[in-house]
């Protein structure tokens, strides 16, 4: 009797698969291995799923018609591991052959024949495949933990990164990066809502994979995630990064304080625009400063009060332009020339270059000494080789050493993060105080309260006056002598 074959080809999309032949490649081994053997093979069987989980639609119908077909069938594969590789699969094609529905089964490279030894050979290739698939995801879990000790990013490049296939690793892209970075820094001055930030990103050319603008889900993904300052988030653990980072922590830190302000949910009625509300607090009473409408001198005016919630107060009401003076008063006592800018801006340029002199120097000299302990090492496994000391003072001599050795490439590692990590919040500080000298001309009243709330804390309104704690370094600025110009300027700079 003729037997009549079912040919089933399978190739995963997956990437444990890659080194697997195409289903093209299949269908011709198996095509010409059965013209060779004179095989009738009556339907075929294609598919691209992966087998290490149950639900392969092609596999379960044609086990379905070899349950339903009168005569006994064979398969034509080109692995057992085509066939199966779970339990429950590998189980069913056994249960077949033992029942007689499955009565040959034909392998290009796989020898069987329907016999308890063939059986137990076919188990062992179905355990195999089986065995294959739960090692490899264990080595692939075990590999992205290595590569993330390494400090290396595992996965496709975040935003502003591009994937290094030589180191394996991700680096800055040469223009994403700074657009990144210039979005970090406007959106910590409060330039920005999630919304404007993702056009501002559209008209910089930073868009989705299919060229559509951002969502603002992904904008907010993308201000929360630490690889910007060289830190690798992964299941609720951190690690370092071994890549250049594009923002600095201050401001990374700036942005999530601000994310975390907007979070918290409001209780509002209707939009009326009062730019101010929210920043201050009475200064007689504590309670919250307020706005609304009011008449007078021909027209309608916007002006803050005291809500008066805690008890008798006497302040008087305060006309939004009055407030925008005075607040802008409190700008113009940290605000920054844009010729003292550049000056400022110079001077750090020139400090950097010096650190990273002596910081070379510093790094060369613990790079000698690290040699001299790697040197130390090896004499001291060669001395423990020819038996010239005992165990137990080779064990304590060598971690002596490793120790040292540690400590040395700890203080190497410390001495270069400290160089290097004060110049750029000073370069944002001297752009800040210079942001400050645009906001006081600036009619962007929302502009102006941000900027506010981040030089001030303890921000009070008495007697028509604003008054505030600054924070520090603006402090520095702010309580200098009036008649001073140290900051290369008169205070008429503004008339």
């Not at 933990?145 to 591009?162: T, V």
């Not at 999630?194 to 951002?214: A, D, H, I, Q, Y």
């Not at 102006?448 to 030089?455: D, G, H, L, M, Y």
């Amino acid at each position: 009797m003729d037997i009549k074959y079912f040919l089933y080809a399978r190739k995963s999309s997956e990437d444990e698969e890659r080194q697997v032949k195409s289903i093209e490649a299949q269908l011709t081994e198996i095509n010409e291995y059965a013209k060779s053997k004179g095989l009738c093979v009556t339907e075929k069987f294609i598919e691209s799923r992966s087998a290490k989980k149950l639900g392969r639609v092609v596999f379960n119908d044609m086990i379905e018609k070899i349950y339903k077909s009168k005569d006994p069938v064979g398969l034509l594969s080109w692995h057992p591991d085509r066939l199966a590789r779970n339990s429950v699969d590998g189980g069913q094609i056994i249960y077949l052959i033992d029942i007689g529905k499955i009565i040959s089964l034909k392998f290009p490279t796989f020898w069987f024949e329907p016999t308890p030894q063939g059986l137990f050979m076919l188990q062992v290739a179905f355990g195999q495949s089986k065995y294959y698939s739960d090692n490899l995801s264990q080595n692939v879990r075990r590999g992205i933990r290595q590569k993330l000790r390494r400090g290396e990013y595992p996965g496709h490049a975040p935003i502003g990164y591009i994937n290094n296939l030589k180191t394996r690793n991700i680096e800055p892209d040469d223009i994403k990066s700074k657009i990144i970075k210039k979005a970090f820094e406007e959106f910590s001055q409060g330039m920005h809502t999630l919304e404007s930030l993702r056009k501002r990103l559209s008209f910089w050319g930073v868009v989705s994979r299919n060229g559509t603008m951002l969502s603002k889900s992904s904008v907010k993904k993308m201000l929360t995630n630490p690889v910007y300052i060289g830190i690798i988030s992964r299941s609720g653990q951190l690690y370092n990064g071994s890549f250049a980072s594009i923002v600095s922590k201050a401001t990374f830190e700036a942005v999530q304080k601000i994310l975390d302000e907007r979070s918290r949910p409001r209780r509002s009625k209707a939009s009326h625009n009062f730019p101010f509300t929210g920043l201050l607090k009475c200064g007689e009473c504590g309670a919250s400063i307020t706005a609304q409408f009011a008449k007078g001198n021909g027209g309608i005016y916007r002006y803050y009060r005291c809500t008066k919630k805690l008890g008798k107060c006497c302040q008087p009401y305060l006309r939004e332009d009055s407030l925008k003076d005075e607040l802008r008063n409190k700008l113009q006592k940290v605000a920054l020339c844009e010729d003292l800018k550049e000056k400022m801006l110079a001077q750090i340029s020139i400090w950097e270059k010096e650190d990273k002199r002596s910081s070379h120097a510093f790094s060369q000299n613990l790079s000698i000494k690290i040699a001299e302990i790697e040197e130390k090492l090896d004499k001291l496994v060669n001395v423990f080789l020819d038996d010239l000391i005992d165990k137990d003072t080779y064990i304590n001599k060598k971690n002596q050493l490793i120790k040292t050795k540690a400590d040395l490439i700890q203080k190497r590692k410390g001495f270069g993060e400290k160089t290097d990590n004060w110049n750029e919040p000073l370069r944002e500080w001297v752009n800040d105080a210079h942001h400050a000298e645009e906001l006081t001309s600036s009619k962007d009243l929302s502009a102006i309260k941000s900027f506010v709330e981040k030089i001030g804390t303890n921000r009070r309104l008495l007697d028509k006056k604003v008054l505030l704690q600054w924070e520090k370094p603006w402090e520095l600025m702010a309580e200098r002598d009036e008649s001073s110009n140290w900051l290369g300027r008169e205070d008429s700079n503004h008339k």
